[in-house]
């Protein structure tokens, strides 16, 4: 079983569209929990930071960590062209390097 | 210059030749770290530099050699690639204590003829 497992897409959606991306994880030793949002060519760029179970809202994006099920999410609320881009999920123990997800593409049409 | 700043941004090179890959951070951050990424494959760390100490080499073969300075710049040295070597080599720093995520540079695309 892979230690992170994220459907690679693409996804494709309207503009407006609320968007859900998700990553499923079997390492119960993760605490911090991050999403990056990589446009092509360019390397990630940190979108959200959450430590604990719960939602974290920060604009139109959320969040949303589920330790029981091991399952984190990613909202993106009136999605916008400019969201295009692929979408990973990270996850970190401690001082340990961080374990990434393989990425969602995403593409929103204008 | 503010971040993360990798250099060459591409380079093509024959499995012969030698060459290295440049990263510079300006954010005080006190670990380092190389990644590869492949078409369609998680982001692969290869090794890791805390406090200028190597401290991660996850199996990583020799035709890859890290070299770390200073806290400040890290490079990676390559010599007889394989054509597979092909990838977007990407540099990240970060607090070695904060439990938060990394800052990338842009990368450097390399491709191995």
């Known amino acids: 079983q892979k230690e992170v497992e994220q459907d690679p897409g693409p996804l494709s959606v309207p503009e407006g569209a609320i968007v859900s991306l998700n990553c499923t994880y079997s390492n119960s030793a993760f605490q911090y929990f991050m999403w990056y949002r990589q446009y092509s060519r360019k390397g990630p760029e940190l979108l959200m930071y959450t430590y604990s179970s719960g939602n974290k809202e920060d604009g139109r994006f959320t969040a949303q960590v589920d330790k029981s099920s091991k399952y984190i999410s990613l909202f993106i609320r009136d999605s916008q062209p400019s969201d295009s881009a692929t979408y990973l999920c990270?996850?970190?123990?401690?001082?340990?390097?961080?374990?990434f997800g393989s990425g969602t593409r995403l593409q929103v049409q204008p | 210059e503010t971040g993360v700043t990798q250099t060459p941004r591409h380079l093509v090179m024959g499995m012969t030749n030698k060459k290295s890959l440049k990263c510079e951070q300006h954010l005080g951050h006190n670990a380092m770290y190389w990644y590869k990424q492949s078409a369609k494959k998680p982001l692969e760390l290869m090794f890791v530099?805390?406090?200028?100490?190597?401290?991660e080499n996850n199996s990583v073969p020799s035709r890859f050699s890290p070299e770390c300075p200073n806290s400040s710049h890290l490079f990676l040295h390559l010599h007889t690639l394989q054509p597979e070597d092909s990838a977007l080599y990407l540099c990240?720093?970060?607090?070695?204590?904060?439990?938060?995520?990394?800052?990338f540079g842009s990368g450097t695309r390399l491709t191995v003829v």
């Open positions: 990270a996850f970190r123990t401690g001082r340990r390097a961080l374990t």
């Open positions: 530099y805390s406090l200028e100490e190597r401290v």
């Open positions: 990240a720093s970060s607090q070695v204590d904060y439990g938060g995520g990394y800052t």
